[in-house]
């Protein structure tokens, strides 16, 4: 930051782009652990005879919200497989066009007789 005498002070700043992937079934399945890993402390938390009633009643708040968030990844998994299948069957589609050569035409073609 620099300081001019006519007028107010001028910041400069840059900007640098970062390029990062994301892999999304790495990063669904380190969700998945750290899911399972809040299930099973909360259930801890839950079945202890040291914890209060009221925080025990929290916990069951935040454990019936973890399993739905749950529910949502296996929704998101499900349509990626079957998305997945949708692409082999086009791709077993496809190759299958292309073995019946003709055939896939939908008609035959007749050679002339006078030949």
Avoid: H, W
């Avoid at 209060?52 to 919200?65: D, G, P, S, T, W």
């Amino acid at each position: 930051m620099e300081e001019t005498a006519a007028g107010p002070a001028r910041v400069r700043f840059f900007i640098t782009a970062r390029r990062v992937r994301i892999d999304p079934a790495e990063k669904r399945a380190e969700y998945i652990d750290r899911l399972e890993r809040l299930i099973e402390q909360l259930d801890g938390m839950i079945s202890s005879r040291g914890v209060r009633q009221k925080l025990k009643l929290r916990a069951m708040e935040v454990l019936i919200r973890t399993i739905s968030t749950c529910y949502g990844i296996v929704s998101d998994i499900e349509v990626e497989e079957l998305e997945d299948e949708l692409t082999r069957l086009k791709e077993e589609n496809r190759r299958g066009e292309e073995e019946a050569g003709d055939q896939a035409l939908g008609y035959a073609i007749e050679e002339d007789p006078a030949q």
